[in-house]
C-alpha cells in the first residue's frame, strides 16, 4: 500500500468497525469508522477519503444506498464493499451503485490485497 490513506470504514458491528481501525491503523492509514448510514454521510460530508470500506445491510439503509450518497458527494471515491452478503444479486447491485471492488468476510487476505490494490 501506498502512504498514508484517510479510510472510512462503516459497518453495523462495533467488533468489525474496532478490528478494522486496528488493523488499517497498524498500516499506516488513518481511519474513521461509522455504524449506520446516518453517520457515515455525515462523516463523508466533512471531506473526501481514499477509500470507504461498506458493509451490505444497516438498520437504517442498504449498503448500495450509501454508496450511492458517497459517490454523489465524491466522484472520484473508490467504495469496497466487504459484507457476509452472499450471492450474485448482492456482488452486482454493490457495483452497479458504484463500488470498485466486493470481498466476502471473513477473507482478510483478499481484503488487504483489495485495499492495496484500489489504493495504487
Do not use: W
Amino acid at each position: 500500500m501506498k502512504g498514508r490513506a484517510r479510510i472510512l470504514v462503516v459497518d453495523d458491528s462495533e467488533d468489525n468497525c474496532t478490528m478494522m481501525a486496528m488493523l488499517l491503523g497498524h498500516l499506516g492509514h488513518t481511519v474513521e469508522t461509522a455504524r449506520t448510514v446516518t453517520e457515515a454521510v455525515k462523516l463523508t460530508g466533512s471531506g473526501p477519503r481514499d477509500l470507504y470500506i461498506i458493509d451490505s445491510y444497516f438498520t437504517d439503509a442498504r449498503g448500495t444506498e450509501l454508496c450511492r450518497k458517497i459517490r454523489a458527494l465524491d466522484p472520484a471515491a473508490s467504495v469496497l464493499f466487504y459484507s457476509t452478503a452472499y450471492g450474485n444479486a448482492d456482488l452486482e447491485a454493490a457495483l452497479q451503485s458504484g463500488a470498485r471492488a466486493f470481498v466476502l468476510k471473513p477473507d482478510i487476505d483478499e481484503l488487504l490485497r483489495t485495499i492495496a490494490r484500489l489504493l495504487d
